[in-house]
T-cell receptor, first 117, second 113 residues
Framework: AQTVTQSQPEMSVQEAETVTLSCTYDTSENNYYLFWYKQPPSRQMILVIRQEAYKQQNATENRFSVNFQKAAKSFSLKISDSQLGDTAMYFCAFTLYSGGGADGLTFGKGTHLIIQP | ETGVTQSPTHLIKTRGQQVTLRCSSQSGHNTVSWYQQALGQGPQFIFQYYREEENGRGNFPPRFSGLQFPNYSSELNVNALELDDSALYLC????????????FGPGTRLTVL
C-alpha cells in the first residue's frame, strides 16, 4: 500500500516570505502522479500543483513550485512571496496510474500553513 | 464550465439511520471519486465510479455504497450509520485519460448523533 507523510503539522511565516512544505511518500510502483491540494477554512479542496512521476522537470504554477526527488521519494512545495490568502491546510496526495486511468488519491495528514501580516 | 457540486451542505442523522449524499460532476468529466475526511485528518478514499460501475475501493465496509448515473452524477449511500461516520464527505470528478486530475466539490458535513 502507498503511504504519504507530511511531517510538519503546522507552519507560520510572515507575509511575503518564502515557505517550503515537506512531503515524502512510499511506493514500489513507477508510474504515478503527485499533487498538492489546498483546503482553506471554506473547506473546498483546491488543486495547487501536479507532477507526473515520469517527468524530471519540476512543476511550477506562478508562485508555487515543487522539488520532486524521485529517488528519495520526496515532493516538497515551495510558496514564494506568500500572501494572506495562502493561509490554509495543505495536503500532499499520491495516485497510481495504471494505464486505464488513475486510482483514488492517498493523502497525507496535512500541514496547517498560517501567513502572518 | 460548471464545477463539482454537492448536496446537501450539512446533514444531521441519528445512529442506525441511512443517508444519501449527492454529487454532480464537472462538465466533461466521466469519473467520480468519494472521500471521507474526519476532523483534523486528510481525506480517505472510499470508492471511485467510472461508466456507472465501481472502479476501485478503499478500506470501507459494504454499508458504504454508491451509484453513478448516465449523466455522470453520483450518490453515496451509507447504511446503519455509526457515530464514527461523522465527517466531511468530499466528491471529486475527473476525466479518465492521461490527465486524470481530480477536482473537488465543497463537501457535505454529516453529523451522526
Amino acid at each position: 500500500a502507498q503511504t504519504v507523510t507530511q511531517s510538519q503539522p503546522e507552519m507560520s511565516v510572515q507575509e511575503a516570505e518564502t515557505v517550503t512544505l515537506s512531503c515524502t511518500y512510499d511506493t514500489s510502483e513507477n508510474n504515478y502522479y503527485l499533487f498538492w491540494y489546498k483546503q482553506p477554512p471554506s473547506r473546498q479542496m483546491i488543486l495547487v500543483i501536479r507532477q507526473e512521476a515520469y517527468k524530471q522537470q519540476n512543476a511550477t504554477e506562478n508562485r508555487f513550485s515543487v522539488n520532486f526527488q524521485k529517488a528519495a521519494k520526496s515532493f516538497s512545495l515551495k510558496i514564494s512571496d506568500s500572501q494572506l490568502g495562502d493561509t490554509a491546510m495543505y495536503f500532499c496526495a499520491f495516485t497510481l496510474y495504471s494505464g486505464g486511468g488513475a486510482d483514488g488519491l492517498t493523502f497525507g495528514k496535512g500541514t496547517h500553513l498560517i501567513i502572518q501580516p | 464550465e460548471t464545477g463539482v457540486t454537492q448536496s446537501p451542505t450539512h446533514l444531521i442523522k441519528t445512529r442506525g439511520q441511512q443517508v444519501t449524499l449527492r454529487c454532480s460532476s464537472q462538465s466533461g468529466h466521466n469519473t467520480v471519486s468519494w472521500y471521507q475526511q474526519a476532523l483534523g485528518q486528510g481525506p480517505q478514499f472510499i470508492f471511485q465510479y467510472y461508466r456507472e460501475e465501481e472502479n476501485g475501493r478503499g478500506n470501507f465496509p459494504p454499508r458504504f455504497s454508491g451509484l453513478q448515473f448516465p449523466n455522470y452524477s453520483s450518490e453515496l449511500n451509507v447504511n446503519a450509520l455509526e457515530l464514527d461516520d461523522s465527517a466531511l464527505y468530499l466528491c471529486a470528478s475527473s476525466r479518465r485519460d492521461f490527465t486524470d486530475t481530480q477536482y473537488f466539490g465543497p463537501g457535505t458535513r454529516l453529523t451522526v448523533l
